[in-house]
């Protein structure tokens, strides 16, 4: 493969580091990294202008651009994982006894209809609670990464002017995905949500994964072996962070790292597995609920979804 400098945006994390510092250096290409204020402006400039030859993207917003023809391929290599029981507060004045309370109410979504956290976050209220989720109006306070999708009915906007914070604290919303509000009235949904997250990993490897990597399909398709050489350098990278953080050689663990070691201690296990075999289960998950949901019109196969060379590949 001759020398390519591919443009590249992805957040600096425990796992991505060694790549962005230059400790581990792919063969035969060079990432170019820019660096944004937040990684969800990289996802709107892939999906809307592909503004780089490789992202971080969120799960579901690659799901929906897919389905739309969008032209970026993932590869099994995923970023973030994150439990979200935590993620949905409700206002505690309203009588909400239980998750199946919300239907025939209001319920906030922070941004847009189709981003992960609150893709999981309802799945989990329909898998685990048993909400039915088309009794709901969901009220974004902001609008779709891919601008082409069409939410289903039961979406709305809100009001121009008017913030999600408020509307949860006056009662004018039962609830909210993805706010961060201190009010007296404003509690989660889900008590002792953290420890809920890690019983159902515990219980059913429940383990949702929030961001993959995508290439631009003009270069997949120009260097065969591209998916692979990538693929490895995040792997290395990925090998050196986990080695570090399973021998508590990590100075000032983040909240992050815990987590991760939290999951280490559960499972036993590498806490970000990345390949398509560790990983079948929450991919399949992710998808139902994205069908589920409206996000998509049926789910693909997988091997439709990750780039041809990276379908074996594990690490």
Same mark, same amino acid.
């Given at each position: ?33 820019? /660096? ?135 009662? /004018? ?69 986990? /080695? ?72």
């Amino acid at each position: 493969m001759a020398e390519l400098k591919l443009k590249t945006a992805i957040q600096s994390l425990g796992h991505t580091i060694a790549l962005k510092d230059g400790r581990v250096r792919p063969q035969g290409l060079d990432f170019e990294f820019e /660096e944004v204020p937040a990684i969800i402006q990289a996802f709107r400039r892939m999906v809307r202008g592909r503004e780089f030859d490789i992202s971080e993207m969120a799960i579901t917003t690659y799901l929906c651009a897919r389905s739309l023809g969008h032209r970026f391929t993932a590869l099994p290599i995923f970023l973030v994982r994150a439990f979200h029981h935590g993620a949905i507060v409700h206002n505690t004045t309203l009588g909400i006894r239980s998750p199946k309370d919300l239907e025939g109410r209001k319920v906030g979504v922070n941004r847009g209809y189709t981003v992960t956290t609150g893709v999981w976050a309802r799945g989990l209220l329909a898998d685990q609670y048993g909400v039915d989720l088309a009794k709901i109006t969901w009220v974004l306070s902001g609008d779709e990464h891919v601008a082409e999708y069409r939410a289903p009915a039961n979406v709305v906007a809100i009001e121009k002017g008017r913030k999600l914070e408020d509307l949860l604290a006056s009662g /004018e919303i039962a609830a909210a995905i993805g706010v961060t509000l201190d009010h007296p009235d404003v509690q989660p949904l889900i008590p002792d949500a953290a420890a809920a997250g890690y019983a159902a990993l515990a219980a059913s490897g429940y383990y949702p994964i929030n961001h993959t990597l995508v290439v631009r399909d003009e270069l997949l398709e120009a260097h065969p072996g591209l998916a692979r050489e990538i693929f490895e350098a995040f792997a290395e990278a990925k090998r050196r962070y986990v /080695e570090r953080l399973g021998q508590d050689r990590i100075a000032e663990p983040s909240a992050t790292d815990q987590r991760y070691r939290r999951v280490m201690a559960i499972t036993g296990a590498d806490p970000l597995p990345y390949g398509l075999a560790p990983n079948r289960q929450m991919i399949e998950m992710v998808m139902r609920y994205a069908v589920e949901q409206g996000i998509i019109g049926h789910s693909p196969g997988l091997e439709e979804l990750f780039a041809r060379g990276s379908h074996e590949l594990v690490a």
